[in-house]
């Protein structure tokens, strides 16, 4: 469950008097992720999404994300709007967090995507990437390369518990991405995250994105490998080829990637899995037993990598000479 604090419904008017947004009709926590704190919200207005910023996510960074999210909404991307407030800002305070609206999105999250649905997340994923080329604000991703280490050291201790031989498995596996990542390949605002749970669906039709509290920027490759990771694995733990070949193609009919960004792809997709492995394992190790929040699984990701480093070139993707430009 995530919510983390708590909200009374004085607090709850007095802040909303901020707001050109009609009177309080009711207010729920969403149980639903794992960074903030997130509550639905319905007004004599309309219906939003109020999200607390929890400890994870930097202050600084909100301009960020808010402006982000703006940006590819007035490109014509589905993705939250941030609502503004009577002063002309997005950002308040509530419950002593700094605290935004932005408008409620229809649809639902896909517990078994098909490849249809793939290739229609890699179609979003190239027109947000397109249509992020021209925001204004740069934020480095702070969960890229560099912080993999110290991550890695937090946990690398109790590695073992976890599974015999992870210590030495993932020594050896960072040390190669550290070595080996790639320098020079297409940049731009990344989503950073995602996963099944951050695209809605109405049927078959993709009718939005949302947790743009990832987002930064980054190689535009990376963010396919986090989709390919996220999108095209089984629950048995299976690549699914078919799902790849989907999302790639609908990738590249919108921006079709470069011959350099095919050839990193195995490499930037063990990067992938390694960056939600690590995270995931930092939480499994430190999440206190009891905590409302679910814990998601490390080995899931461990497993995912073991794959990609199997993987010789795209083409075990499902990328396809047709998706390159030259
Ligand atoms: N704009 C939105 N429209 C509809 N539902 C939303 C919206 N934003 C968030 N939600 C709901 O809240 C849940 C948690 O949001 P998310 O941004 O993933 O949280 P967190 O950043 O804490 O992981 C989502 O799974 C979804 O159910
Ligand atoms: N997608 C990440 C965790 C981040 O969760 P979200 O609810 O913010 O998408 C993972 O699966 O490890």
């Not at 190669?176 to 099944?196: C, K, M, R, S, Y």
Request: glycine residues 8%; hydrophobic residues 45%; aromatic residues 10%.
């Amino acid at each position: 469950m995530a919510v983390y604090t708590d909200v009374n419904e004085d607090q709850l008017r007095a802040f909303l008097e901020q707001y050109d947004v009609g009177a309080l009709l009711s207010y729920k926590g969403i149980a639903e992720g794992v960074e903030n704190s997130n509550f639905l919200l319905r007004t004599t207005a309309d219906t939003f999404i109020l999200t607390l910023y929890e400890k994870r996510v930097n202050r600084d960074d909100l301009p960020f994300f808010i402006g982000l999210m703006d940006h590819l909404a007035a490109k014509g991307l589905s993705c939250p709007l941030p609502v503004t407030r009577r002063d002309g800002g997005h950002l308040g305070e509530l419950a002593g967090r700094p605290a935004a609206m932005v408008s409620f999105l229809d649809g639902a999250w896909l517990r078994k995507p098909h490849a249809e649905h793939c290739r229609e997340v890699g179609r979003a994923l190239a027109a947000m990437h397109l249509a992020g080329l021209d925001f204004g604000i740069r934020r480095e991703n702070a969960l890229s390369v560099p912080s993999w280490r110290p991550l890695w050291e937090g946990s690398r201790a109790r590695a073992d518990e976890v599974q015999p031989g992870l210590q030495a498995e993932i020594d050896a596996e960072l040390a190669a991405l550290e070595a080996g990542w790639p320098q020079d390949l297409p940049e731009g605002v990344i989503h950073a995250d995602l996963f099944t749970d951050n695209v809605f669906f109405i049927g078959d039709r993709l009718s939005g994105l949302i947790d743009f509290y990832f987002a930064c920027n980054d190689f535009l490759a990376y963010d396919v490998a986090i989709c390919l990771n996220a999108w095209c694995f089984e629950h048995d733990g299976a690549f699914n080829h078919t799902k790849g070949m989907a999302l790639i193609d609908g990738y590249c009919a919108v921006r079709p990637l470069s011959a350099p960004e095919a050839e990193a792809l195995p490499l930037l997709a063990r990067g992938a899995a390694l960056r939600f492995f690590l995270t995931r394992l930092h939480d499994w190790l430190t999440t206190p037993e009891g905590a409302l929040v679910v814990k998601k699984d490390p080995i899931e990701y461990l497993r995912k990598l073991r794959f990609h480093r199997s993987v010789a070139s795209s083409g075990e993707y499902g990328l396809r000479e047709k998706d390159l430009i030259f």
